[in-house]
T-cell receptor, first 112, second 116 residues
Framework: SQQGEEDPQALSIQEGENATMNCSYK?????LQWYRQNSGRGLVHLIL?????REKHSGRLRVTLDTSKKSSSLLITASRAADTASYFC????????????FGQGTELSVKP | GAGVSQSPRYKVTKRGQDVALRCDPI?????LYWYRQALGQGPEFLTY????????KSGLPNDRFSAERPEGSISTLTIQRTEQRDSAMYRC???FGIGTFNTEAFFGQGTRLTVV
């Protein structure tokens, strides 16, 4: 069963605005990862945050992790039309080293 | 190759036939994973290998599904006696480290399986 749940399911914004997506999960984790999937393309890794980290940055991406609330957020600043894609959070459950459990995804549309 | 390669990209098969899906991971990557993704859903874990050893097959739906990685490189996911509900995108991924503790997984383009 999927343990990650993204919120919102769909998000539509204008170019230049910020986009925030949230992810909740149920079990203890080693890490949490965010992936992007463009229409018809493969999954691309964006960022990994370890369970002992609270915040991480990569370019225009900012990820936060709150293990007490079992939640994470992905912020994309100054969005571009090319950011249009589905975004998935994936958790690496504690003591299940090979498994990534993906959420249902947030579909982001950035309008020029 | 530069990335994870899967073949075929598309496979249409008749119900009841067996299919074999191939994954060629990034050279030197220790771990290899198989996922299945339905339209509009996130990928669902099937199984994973460290080198040639299958570490976790808890996600395989039933005994019609099997996977192997005999030499610790290329892997094959086999579905026997296919059913229409098996239709999905099958994705393979590999990672340099052991499992996904603190390492990213690189995904292939997937094999779109359609059972008619």
């Amino acid at each position: 069963s999927q343990q990650g749940e993204e919120d919102p399911q769909a998000l539509s914004i204008q170019e230049g605005e910020n986009a925030t997506m949230n992810c909740s999960y149920k079990t203890s984790i080693n890490n949490l990862q965010w992936y992007r999937q463009n229409s018809g393309r493969g999954l691309v890794h964006l960022i990994l945050i370890r369970s002992n980290e609270r915040e991480k940055h990569s370019g225009r991406l900012r990820v936060t992790l709150d293990t007490s609330k079992k939640s994470s957020s992905l912020l994309i600043t100054a969005s571009r039309a090319a950011d249009t894609a589905s975004y998935f959070c994936a958790t690496g459950p504690y003591n299940q080293g090979g498994k990534l459990i993906f959420g249902q995804g947030t579909e982001l549309s950035v309008k020029p | 190759g530069a990335g994870v390669s899967q073949s075929p990209r598309y496979k249409v098969t008749k119900r009841g036939q067996d299919v074999a899906l191939r994954c060629d991971p990034i050279s030197g990557h220790v771990s290899l994973y198989w996922y299945r993704q339905a339209l509009g859903q996130g990928p669902e874990f099937l199984t994973y290998f460290n080198y040639e050893a299958q570490q976790d097959k808890s996600g395989l739906p039933n005994d019609r599904f099997s996977a192997e990685r005999p030499e610790g490189s290329i892997s094959t996911l086999t579905i026997q006696r296919t059913e229409q509900r098996d239709s999905a995108m099958y994705r393979c991924a590999s990672s340099f480290g052991i499992g996904t503790f603190n390492t990213e997984a690189f995904f292939g383009q997937g094999t779109r399986l359609t059972v008619v």
